[in-house]
């Protein structure tokens, strides 16, 4: 039996959930926040409906968070302003953009992400004509992502509702990781960033075992424990740092000058893109193309270039291309 924290002799109100809760926001937007105790106190019931009361507030969209003062008391609050943004609209343009976008995340079936798109989506058509909806919806149909071989997170979604309240909340957590033919760790862990890359999710941050930034493929962890503590992000951190100079996401070491040449068949691809803000493009005799570009990162490099085996020469660096010439040779001997 839970006890109630209520003052001896003192009735529990009697109102309605709405009216309560209505209560508790006003106290809380017109204080820096309120414990638990306190809202008890106020409202006239047991800590139990108080948590309660809490988690509808917190599930209706308000930006709920709770800090841990010196004290060691746990003080709810709204997040700072919130009330002053203006209410959000959309041209049907920008609406367009959003269906379009929606397409290409496919790959977060299963997830808390999901669920919440499909919240946005569903306000975004009550307020719009059955036909303009219709429209939007055959737009982003003919133009959905494609993506064959994509990762099925449905068995990550508690962790994944584990990490974005960390996030949102900059909550620091402990995090089991258990990477591919390795042993699995344990990281105390301040995430920063979650990253979308090439249909998978990232989550970075700082780990504090490591005294240093990590990435992690969200695949590859095994559970999450979120702590008391909170942290604050750098003012100086940027995304980029967790991956260097790396040509995708992995970095393995520092930037290299590329020097690679791209047949007739497969120059247009590599014309159609800008693969570094200091790239230099030549133009070869019979449509050939030669692009130059520093990156880090032999693995993913040589993934990308292996898609277009039978049409690239890999001039430099040395090791790369020996790397390549390697694989070439095991491919051979492979399909013999």
């Given at each position: 039996?839970?006890?109630?924290?209520?003052?001896?002799?003192?009735?529990?109100?009697?109102?309605?959930?709405?009216?309560?809760?209505?209560?508790?926001?006003?106290?809380?937007?017109?204080?820096?926040?309120?414990?638990?105790?306190?809202?008890?106190?106020?409202?006239?019931?047991?800590?139990?409906?108080?948590?309660?009361?809490?988690?509808?507030?917190?599930?209706?969209?308000?930006?709920?968070?709770?800090?841990?003062?010196?004290?060691?008391?746990?003080?709810?609050?709204?997040?700072?302003?919130?009330?002053?943004?203006?209410?959000?609209?959309?041209?049907?343009?920008?609406?367009?953009?959003?269906?379009?976008?929606?397409?290409?995340?496919?790959?977060?079936?299963?997830?808390?992400?999901?669920?919440?798109?499909?919240?946005?989506?569903?306000?975004?058509?009550?307020?719009?004509?059955?036909?303009?909806?219709?429209?939007?919806?055959?737009?982003?149909?003919?133009?959905?992502?494609?993506?064959?071989?994509?990762?099925?997170?449905?068995?990550?979604?508690?962790?994944?509702?584990?990490?974005?309240?960390a996030l949102l909340k900059q909550q620091r957590c402990k995090i089991r990781y258990a990477p591919a033919r390795r042993a699995a760790s344990d990281y105390l862990f301040d995430p920063y960033t979650l990253l979308f890359y090439n249909s998978s999710l990232y989550l970075g941050g700082f780990a504090h075992n490591r005294q240093a930034l990590r990435l992690f493929l969200i695949d590859r962890i095994a559970s999450v424990t979120l702590c008391d503590g909170r942290f604050e992000v750098p003012e100086d951190y940027t995304s980029d740092q967790l991956t260097g100079g790396a040509f995708g996401l992995i970095d393995e070491g520092p930037k290299r000058q590329l020097d690679l040449v791209f047949a007739e068949p497969v120059a247009h691809l590599i014309r159609e893109r800008i693969w570094d803000k200091d790239q230099q493009l030549e133009e070869l005799s019979g449509g050939a193309l030669r692009l130059k570009f520093s990156a880090a990162g032999d693995t993913e490099i040589l993934a990308w270039i292996n898609t277009m085996i039978n049409h690239v020469q890999v001039l430099g660096p040395a090791d790369l291309r020996q790397k390549f010439l390697k694989f070439l040779q095991q491919t051979l001997d492979a399909a013999r």
């Open positions: 039996m839970i006890k109630s924290a209520r003052k001896p002799g003192k009735p529990a109100k009697k109102y309605s959930q709405a009216a309560r809760l209505h209560d508790v926001i006003r106290i809380l937007e017109q204080r820096y926040g309120a414990t638990v105790e306190e809202l008890v106190e106020e409202c006239q019931v047991t800590r139990r409906t108080v948590y309660r009361d809490l988690t509808a507030i917190e599930e209706a969209g308000y930006p709920l968070i709770k800090e841990r003062q010196d004290s060691d008391e746990v003080i709810y609050r709204f997040v700072a302003g919130y009330k002053s943004l203006p209410p959000i609209t959309f041209s049907l343009e920008e609406l367009m953009t959003l269906y379009l976008c929606r397409g290409q995340l496919d790959f977060l079936q299963g997830t808390p992400f999901q669920v919440d798109l499909d919240a946005i989506f569903g306000r975004l058509r009550s307020g719009l004509p059955a036909r303009s909806v219709a429209h939007l919806e055959r737009i982003a149909e003919a133009g959905s992502s494609k993506i064959q071989g994509f990762r099925d997170y449905s068995g990550k979604r508690e962790i994944l509702e584990r990490l974005r309240q």
